[in-house]
């Protein structure tokens, strides 16, 4: 999709795909003085040629920025590599230059970094509204563009707006210039604020839904989380594999010997496999709640209360926890029901949960929490699982609560 913007006598187009992604930026300027009619049906003829006009721009592919000229691929070079925490430049020379982003905590690049140089080489204020400013000259406001919550300010030829994706955010005003594409779920907000309103405690990662940035902080951190278990997790796959290949190769063994001891090596590589995929799912899970048209929040809860899915009457879905990894991972996965269907709130607003199997929806997210705690689950009158596999029935049925010493997940409760 290309989106034009005139002004001045110049022209910018803006490429995106359909999933929202920026492709690049073509700006088109007249060099030459154009002429205006000053008599009532007088008809000028421009003449056109080559150097009358001058086009560069960018093009963005994956994390890399490349700079652009007069739409020729030949002389399109590298410009820029971004990675979390800032970019590199000048990729080519010797010595490429690091820069590292210094942000407060909406996201919002407060200062740029040379790591070659040890200084800071930009500095960029900012009203609440986002529009940026320089105090002095040498905040060098020009060197970079991403900066509000991370987007790129677009200047060229007094367009000074922001690129969130799915709409443009023109800071002066505070407002976006499109409509919000998913309004309806929101009547009583005008579908062209920013962040319903609340820039100092909300962003709007893609100019569709504005988020709390904590609750993209825990998803964050609970993402690290199953990253750093699942190499844990690894390492014992592949030490479990190497041990099934020395015992299938010990010819000193009986037949039967070997086979006894690799259908135990089987069974521990099943259930250390079984939690990767836990895992996996978790994690997969984790970003499409991002990306639902539903909106997510979390709310640690204090002990002794009832950490479980609730809803508000605008639609948003409160995952309640206690903090701990393992809660959270358990009532994040309830959420990835939710969005999959499994789960509907009667009614909506409240956190009266009707559940599709809902033993088996309860096993697979403590299957989660035992894979991302190392096998820390609540006790139960039953033994304590020893594998993901022990998650069954029997064990959820011997789970109380704490407080009252009732039964939680007996089949009657579900009645």
Known sequence: MDIDALSNFTDRKHRYAADGRKLGTEYFTRVTNLAVPLITGQVINQTYTINTINQNGTAYIDNKEYNTLKGNPALTTL?????????????????????????????????????????????????????????????????????????EFV???????????????????????????????????????????????????DGREWKEKKDEEIAKQLQQQITSRDKSLAKQEQKIKAQIDKIGNNTKLSAEKRDQQIAKQQGKLEDVQTQRGQLSNLDKGI???????????????EAGTTATLSSM?????????????????????HAIQYDNG???????????????????????????????????????????????FGITPKWLYGIKNPNTGIYIYRPENYK
């Open 287 to 301: 970003t499409q709640l991002g990306n639902s048209k539903t909106s997510y929040t979390f709310n640690t809860v």
């Open 79 to 151: 410009q820029r590599v971004y990675n979390a925490e800032g970019y590199a430049q000048n990729i080519t020379a010797t010595t490429p230059n690091y820069y590292y982003y210094r942000r407060d905590h909406l996201g919002n690049n407060r200062e740029v970094w040379l790591a070659n140089t040890k200084k800071t080489v930009q500095y960029t204020q900012y009203y609440p509204s986002g529009l940026p400013w320089a105090s002095i000259a040498s905040d060098s406001t020009g060197l970079q563009e991403r900066k509000y919550n991370g987007k």
């Open 155 to 205: 200047e060229m030829h007094g367009y000074d707006t922001y690129d969130y994706g799915a709409r443009g955010y023109y800071a002066a005003m505070g407002r976006f210039q499109s409509v919000d594409p998913l309004c309806e779920k929101y009547y009583s907000i005008s579908p062209y604020v920013y962040c319903a309103n609340n820039p100092v405690n909300r962003i709007d990662p």
């Open 342 to 388: 499994l789960i509907k709130f009667n009614p909506l607003g409240s956190n009266n949960t009707l559940m599709q199997n809902p033993l088996g929806l309860e096993i697979q997210a403590y299957a989660t929490e035992y894979s991302i705690t190392n096998g820390v689950v609540p006790s139960s009158d039953a033994s304590s699982p020893r594998t993901v």
């Open 313 to 333: 009457s605008d639609g948003t879905v409160v995952v309640n926890n206690y903090g701990t990894t393992g809660n959270r991972a358990h009532e994040t996965t």
